[in-house]
C-alpha cells in the first residue's frame, strides 16, 4: 500500500528516530529528530515529536529523571556565539 506522500509502510520506519549524533555541529533550523518520543527539547531546541535546532552550535545530550522514575534524554545545543566569544 503506498501513501499519497510517496512513502511506502514499508519504509515510512526509516526515516523516525534520530537525525544528529552528539557533537556535531548544526545551523538554525536543522532537524534533529523525527517523530520520537524518547527525546525532548531542551536549552535551544523547538518542537515536540520533531525536534529542530533554534540557532547554530554544537549538539549534545544530557539525561534526567522523568515521570514515574523513567529516564529522559534531552536534546540540548551549545550555541556557537558562546563558543566563539570564549576563544
Not at 18 to 38: D, N
Not at 46 to 64: H, N, P
Amino acid at each position: 500500500m503506498t501513501r499519497l506522500g510517496g512513502l511506502s509502510t514499508i519504509n515510512y520506519k526509516e526515516t523516525k528516530g534520530m537525525k544528529v549524533s552528539g557533537g556535531q555541529v548544526v545551523k538554525a533550523g536543522t532537524i534533529l529528530t523525527r517523530e520520537g518520543h524518547r527525546w525532548q527539547p531542551g536549552i535551544n531546541v523547538d518542537g515536540r515529536t520533531s525536534l529542530t535546532a533554534s540557532c547554530d552550535g554544537e549538539v549534545y545530550f544530557t539525561r534526567k529523571r522523568g515521570s514515574y522514575r523513567r529516564a529522559v534524554t534531552l536534546i540540548n545545543i551549545k550555541p556557537k556565539a558562546l563558543k566563539e566569544a570564549k576563544k
